[in-house]
């Protein structure tokens, strides 16, 4: 059965477990390496991994292009806008045709119903690299930036600050799987999906929802938010001042624990969803976070090769 990683709720907390310490692995094996040297034993040789397009991107573009280069194979890199698929063709079609050139597809796209038909019609393992609905690459990145600082998981708690947003959907699916809690602080217009929620918590995770974002954050491990706007959204203004308070700042972050960890997927807005001082202070890991895209993604198209688990 073609392997497809879509969703995280779609594993088991074991899975995404042996991924995450195959990426930790990895990574310290390669420590001191030239970026472009390929891996001990060559993995993914000979392998294609297609990369296709529907929403600008700079890590996910550049991780998954090294993430197959360090594996031993190539990549080729393609936008709705050159693609059959901007003009009209289906998804589908593109899915049976690409299946024939290469060894795996990712898609970053807008609507989770493409992704979805990709992976239904594709030969192919398919990697979610985002969708509105969902962000799973970005939140093993995360585990494994938390991981190589505070060696657990489970039974830490991640405070959200913002809006209940795609990759909040990921973090909690991730926290139900692997047992740490989530406090999300938010308007209530924009809570998470309930039924993303709903789902976590019939899995025996610990979903919060606090409309004070000083609630959310006490004594949490890990403070994560993201950019309030996203591509493409409208009605910007109203949703900012909705979001006001729950901006991280210096006072925000010493509601948390002492040795708390700072999250962002980036871009950032400095002074908008977080202050400078936060994002580019001593608990602030966003560069460590960015450079796991790279890490995570390995063991991720190895998994789907079924080199792991």
Same mark, same amino acid.
Request: overall charge negative; aromatic content about 4%; hydrophobic content about 45%.
């Given at each position: ?81 050159? @693609? /059959? ?20 597809? @990712? ?25 509105d609905r969902s ?87 890990v403070v994560v ?5 996203? @591509? ?52 602030s890991v966003i ?9 995570? /993604? ?12």
């Amino acid at each position: 059965m073609t392997r497809h990683f879509l969703d995280l709720a779609d594993l088991d907390g074991n899975t995404l477990a042996a991924i995450l310490d195959d990426a930790l692995v990895a990574k310290q094996a390669r420590a001191g390496q030239p970026r472009g040297a390929v891996d001990e034993g060559a993995p993914l040789a000979d392998h294609v991994l297609a990369m296709v397009f529907e929403k600008n991107s700079t890590r996910t573009r550049t991780s998954f292009d090294m993430a197959i280069r360090q594996l031993g194979g190539t990549s080729m890199v393609m936008d709705s806008g050159s @693609m /059959q698929l901007g003009r009209g063709e289906t998804v589908a079609d593109t899915a049976r045709v690409l299946s024939r050139y290469v060894d795996a597809i @990712m898609l970053r796209t807008d609507d989770h119903a493409k992704i979805v038909e990709l992976a239904e019609y594709a030969d192919v393992p398919v990697v979610n690299g985002l969708t509105d609905r969902s962000h799973p690459c970005q939140i093993m990145a995360d585990m494994l930036t938390v991981l190589e600082h505070r060696s657990r998981l489970a039974g830490t708690k991640w405070a959200w600050l913002g809006d209940g947003n795609n990759v909040l959907t990921s973090i909690i699916e991730a926290g139900s799987l692997l047992k740490f809690s989530v406090a999300v602080g938010c308007p209530e217009a924009l809570e998470p999906p309930a039924d993303i929620v709903d789902a976590a918590r019939d899995r025996g995770g610990e979903v919060s929802i606090h409309r004070s974002a000083e609630e959310a954050v006490a004594d949490a491990d890990v403070v994560v938010t993201d950019t309030w706007i996203s @591509m493409g959204q409208e009605g910007g203004e109203a949703k900012l001042a909705a979001l006001e308070p729950y901006r991280v700042t210096p006072n925000l972050m010493g509601r948390a624990k002492p040795d708390a960890l700072f999250l962002h997927c980036l871009p950032a807005h400095r002074g908008e969803e977080v202050s400078a001082e936060v994002i580019d202070g001593p608990q602030s890991v966003i560069w460590d976070e960015a450079e796991n895209r790279l890490h995570a /993604q390995k063991a991720i198209l190895r998994w789907c090769f079924g080199q792991i688990g």
